[in-house]
């Protein structure tokens, strides 16, 4: 039989553990008393009375004085430094850079989003305009650039997030294969986190969305493009070449079929999308006799959509074909996966008439589907995804290297 060795946790090791639970405790409820803390954390008193000794000698936590009392000696009140420095999400899309820039705690300092319309989307050029808007933005907030402790960057594209490496993005230039955290690292020195958006608007949904209970569930998005962010017992889900949770280039019987290419739009997309759904109702127009009265002279998904949900018969058929695709792409995910709750975000995806029209396809099954529910921080779960990663790598970057 072969030994397994057992790793034993050195004091330090122990004292680090302990200090990264008080600090993220001191974190989540803002200001507290240390026998809070001793409640909270399940650790004695002494110890706990020695972390937040250490946590005072790094400058990471604050005392407010004495708090009120409840019959004996009024208990001393501390509090996270949430101040001291700072984190920030970015988004890039094919239209858009945005970014939000936090404290510590992960409340909202400044928002900001710059189009990019006539602009250069070469690699070099997104990141001098990001280098451009943070260092406008510290200006703003008088921010010292060592402030800024974590940099977490969304891309519409697959992505190794080990490395940072940015496969391909199809609608910018030059977006091949590009090492955008080695890139951002020149300007930039702290922690650098590349990440697929859609993955980071599971997580947004997860931290201040319509998942913040659930442990395993998915985010299937629906706007310019169709992917899905897959959480499994709290983590992300990557894949083993990064692929997990691009469904656009799911084969399902409801559309053609053909052999998936990584450089190209995948056929869910084709249909699925604003402009496949936009698509798909001039083509219906145009074999119809039928003219909405109700239909808008400059007609887009959302118009669409919302004549489906008028009752609008050619609207109508059209979207409930999507839906029936939508459908079976979350049967087949449940399937696999057996998620607790599977949400529609993204402009498509969330809008009220395709979840309706969803959900009643589903109700034909005979498979365990999860509740099926629309995503609720729109175009701000990217950001908001980037920010909890951010915040869960922060306690790590703090506590100093004698707690090592």
């Given at each position: 039989?072969?030994?397994?060795?057992?790793?034993?946790?050195?004091?330090?090791?122990?004292?680090?553990?302990?200090?990264?639970?008080?600090?993220?405790?001191?974190?989540?409820?803002?200001?507290?008393?240390?026998?809070?803390?001793?409640?909270?954390?399940?650790?004695?008193?002494?110890?706990?009375?020695?972390?937040?000794?250490?946590?005072?000698?790094?400058?990471?936590?604050?005392?407010?004085?004495?708090?009120?009392?409840?019959?004996?000696?009024?208990?001393?009140?501390?509090?996270?430094?949430?101040?001291?420095?700072?984190?920030?999400?970015?988004?890039?899309?094919?239209?858009?850079?945005?970014?939000?820039?936090?404290?510590?705690?992960?409340?909202?300092?400044?928002?900001?989003?710059?189009?990019?319309?006539?602009?250069?989307?070469?690699?070099?050029?997104?990141?001098?305009?990001?280098?451009?808007?943070?260092?406008?933005?510290?200006?703003?907030?008088?921010?010292?650039?060592?402030?800024?402790?974590?940099?977490?960057?969304?891309?519409?594209?697959?992505?190794?997030?080990?490395?940072?490496?940015?496969?391909?993005?199809?609608?910018?230039?030059?977006?091949?294969?590009?090492?955008?955290?080695?890139?951002?690292?020149?300007?930039?020195?702290?922690?650098?986190?590349?990440?697929?958006?859609?993955?980071?608007?599971?997580?947004?949904?997860?931290?201040?969305?319509?998942?913040?209970?659930?442990?395993?569930?998915?985010?299937?998005?629906?706007?310019?493009?169709?992917?899905?962010?897959?959480?499994?017992?709290?983590?992300?889900?990557?894949?083993?070449?990064?692929?997990?949770?691009?469904?656009?280039?799911?084969?399902?019987?409801?559309?053609?079929?053909?052999?998936?290419?990584?450089?190209?739009?995948g056929e869910l997309e084709s249909v699925l999308t604003s402009s496949g759904i936009l698509k798909g109702w001039n083509e219906a127009i145009g074999k119809s006799s039928h003219a909405s009265t109700a239909a808008p002279k400059q007609m887009d998904a959302q118009g669409v959509l919302n004549l489906a949900q008028a009752g609008d018969p050619v609207a109508r058929k059209l979207i409930l074909h999507r839906a029936g695709i939508v459908a079976d792409v979350i049967v087949n995910l449940s399937l696999v996966l057996n998620p607790g709750l599977i949400l529609l975000g993204g402009k498509v995806g969330s809008h009220p008439t395709l979840l309706s029209f969803v959900t009643k396809e589903l109700e034909?099954?005979?498979?365990?589907?999860?509740?099926?529910?629309?995503?609720?921080?729109?175009?701000?779960?990217?950001?908001?995804?980037?920010?909890?990663?951010?915040?869960?790598?922060?306690?790590?970057?703090?506590?100093?290297?004698?707690?090592?």
């Amino acid at each position: 039989m072969k030994k397994e060795l057992i790793a034993v946790g050195r004091p330090s090791l122990l004292r680090r553990t302990n200090a990264l639970t008080i600090l993220k405790l001191l974190r989540e409820a803002g200001s507290c008393s240390r026998a809070d803390l001793v409640r909270a954390s399940g650790m004695s008193a002494p110890t706990v009375t020695n972390v937040v000794g250490d946590l005072l000698a790094a400058n990471l936590i604050k005392p407010l004085g004495e708090g009120e009392s409840s019959g004996g000696r009024p208990p001393d009140i501390i509090r996270f430094k949430a101040e001291r420095g700072c984190i920030l999400g970015v988004q890039i899309s094919a239209h858009l850079v945005s970014l939000l820039l936090t404290d510590l705690s992960g409340e909202e300092l400044d928002t900001v989003q710059v189009q990019l319309d006539g602009r250069k989307t070469n690699p070099e050029a997104i990141c001098g305009l990001i280098v451009q808007e943070v260092r406008r933005l510290f200006r703003k907030h008088k921010k010292a650039s060592e402030q800024l402790l974590a940099l977490v960057v969304g891309v519409p594209a697959i992505t190794n997030v080990e490395e940072g490496i940015v496969l391909s993005i199809s609608t910018l230039e030059d977006w091949r294969s590009v090492p955008l955290r080695r890139l951002l690292s020149k300007y930039f020195d702290c922690l650098i986190i590349i990440e697929n958006d859609t993955n980071l608007a599971a997580a947004g949904e997860r931290h201040r969305g319509a998942a913040r209970a659930e442990q395993t569930f998915i985010l299937i998005d629906i706007g310019a493009n169709v992917s899905a962010g897959i959480v499994l017992e709290g983590k992300l889900h990557h894949g083993t070449q990064w692929s997990a949770g691009e469904i656009a280039y799911l084969r399902l019987p409801r559309i053609l079929r053909k052999q998936p290419a990584l450089h190209e739009f995948g056929e869910l997309e084709s249909v699925l999308t604003s402009s496949g759904i936009l698509k798909g109702w001039n083509e219906a127009i145009g074999k119809s006799s039928h003219a909405s009265t109700a239909a808008p002279k400059q007609m887009d998904a959302q118009g669409v959509l919302n004549l489906a949900q008028a009752g609008d018969p050619v609207a109508r058929k059209l979207i409930l074909h999507r839906a029936g695709i939508v459908a079976d792409v979350i049967v087949n995910l449940s399937l696999v996966l057996n998620p607790g709750l599977i949400l529609l975000g993204g402009k498509v995806g969330s809008h009220p008439t395709l979840l309706s029209f969803v959900t009643k396809e589903l109700e034909q099954s005979e498979f365990a589907i999860p509740k099926i529910a629309a995503a609720t921080l729109g175009d701000f779960a990217v950001l908001w995804g980037a920010i909890a990663l951010a915040l869960e790598a922060i306690p790590s970057l703090l506590l100093p290297q004698s707690m090592s």
